[in-house]
């Protein structure tokens, strides 16, 4: 197990990853910036993009591979890459909480969901285009930003524009983020 978190550069990328997040979300919770957009200039929460670099250091942990001895070993990695990715998850979700106590405002929660999500998102599109699935996330915040908004009230269907208390969006997201696991068990060892 040491030589696959070595493999997976986990030593260095998943600290760095969780500080950028942490810093990111401490500093821009609240803030909002005006966008432009199909249906005009909705405020939007610059927090939505936080979980950006997380998920792309993610990706890096997990397309760092070594394909020869993961698909000749009798262990499966599979197993190992969705631990990995839960532990980052759960430990970006206790960020969002630590820091919304920190600061007193439930904003900060949102961006552990978003990350779920987003992550969800992500390991969906690995299956499909291996690597290049870190844009999914990234798309998926433009379609948000220029789509998702009607005035400044986010439509449903954009999951992490709701409010930080909304049901919806936490069920939604961890749905997506099951999903997405699902879907690395099943191309995990052929994305190389």
Excluded: Y
Excluded at 12 to 20: H, I
């Amino acid at each position: 197990m040491r030589w696959w978190f070595r493999a997976r550069k986990g030593h260095t990328l998943l600290p760095l990853a969780l500080a950028v997040f942490a810093i990111a979300l401490f500093a821009v919770q609240d803030t909002t910036v005006l966008l432009p957009s199909i249906t005009g200039s909705p405020r939007v929460a610059l927090s939505l993009f936080v979980p950006v670099p997380l998920l792309a250091l993610l990706m890096a942990m997990l397309e760092s591979r070594l394909p020869a001895a993961e698909v000749s070993g009798t262990r499966s990695m599979t197993r190992l890459d969705n631990t990995l990715v839960t532990v980052v998850m759960v430990a970006a979700v206790l960020c969002s909480v630590v820091i919304a106590a920190l600061q007193g405002t439930a904003a900060a929660t949102t961006g552990g969901r978003n990350a779920l999500f987003l992550t969800g998102l992500m390991l969906l599109g690995r299956a499909w285009a291996g690597q290049a699935a870190v844009m999914f996330p990234v798309g998926w915040l433009v379609t948000v930003a220029v789509v998702g908004f009607r005035g400044n009230v986010p439509r449903p269907w954009t999951v992490i524009a709701l409010p930080a208390d909304s049901a919806f969006a936490a069920a939604a997201s961890l749905v997506v983020f099951a999903i997405g696991l699902a879907a690395q068990i099943r191309s995990s060892r052929k994305t190389a």
